[in-house]
């Protein structure tokens, strides 16, 4: 009965003290806050569904952040399978938004959403979890140059999408001002 008392006081204070600060990482790897609150759950149940002793709070969220993790890549790789075996049921990740004022305002938790997973995961974890480049293919289990390249391709993606908003307006405007410039 002890045992059972020390992990479940363990779980309330963790969820308690850090229970925001896991769903905002959970939100920033897959991008909806209701996937985010599944993950959540989900994680603190496997690393709690066996009795575990000695955790400690620090302890128990970076298990539960690992969990939070692999749970996230894991769904990845799911929809990418299911995706290969049911090609007719797959629905694009991008899909066009029925409202004009939707389309000029960009988001950053929209782009990361249009990120593969592991490009998600990699640079959440290099710039909300202040990872290392090494420490990132440590904890992902790939090499540092794979992480790298996941960086880099995920960048250079979210810098396209948020350097245009999509209007032929801004992209014709500087052409227009260099022209006057020339005409003057």
């Not at 045992?3 to 925001?20: D, I, P, S």
């Not at 496997?46 to 692999?70: K, Q």
């Not at 299911?82 to 389309?103: K, M, N, V």
Request: charge should be neutral; proline fraction near 3%; include cysteine.
């Amino acid at each position: 009965m002890r045992a059972a008392a020390a992990w479940e006081g363990v779980v309330t204070e963790l969820v308690a003290q850090r229970g925001e600060a896991l769903l905002r990482y959970a939100t920033l790897l897959c991008g909806s806050r209701d996937d985010a609150a599944d993950l959540v759950q989900d994680a603190l149940v496997r690393t709690f569904g066996r009795l575990r002793n000695g955790f400690s709070v620090e302890s128990a969220e970076a298990y539960v952040r690992r969990a939070i993790l692999n749970g996230h890549l894991d769904g990845g790789r799911r929809s990418t399978r299911w995706r290969r075996i049911a090609p007719l049921e797959y629905r694009p990740d991008e899909q066009d938004s029925p409202a004009g004022a939707t389309e000029a305002r960009l988001d950053l938790h929209e782009e990361l959403r249009k990120l593969t997973p592991r490009e998600r995961a990699c640079l959440v974890l290099r710039y909300y979890d202040d990872l290392k480049v090494d420490d990132i293919a440590e904890t992902l289990g790939i090499s540092s140059g794979a992480v790298k390249r996941y960086l880099s391709d995920g960048l250079a993606k979210m810098a396209i999408s948020l350097a245009d908003d999509g209007t032929v307006e801004d992209r014709l405007t500087p052409r227009k001002e260099a022209s006057r410039g020339h005409r003057i």
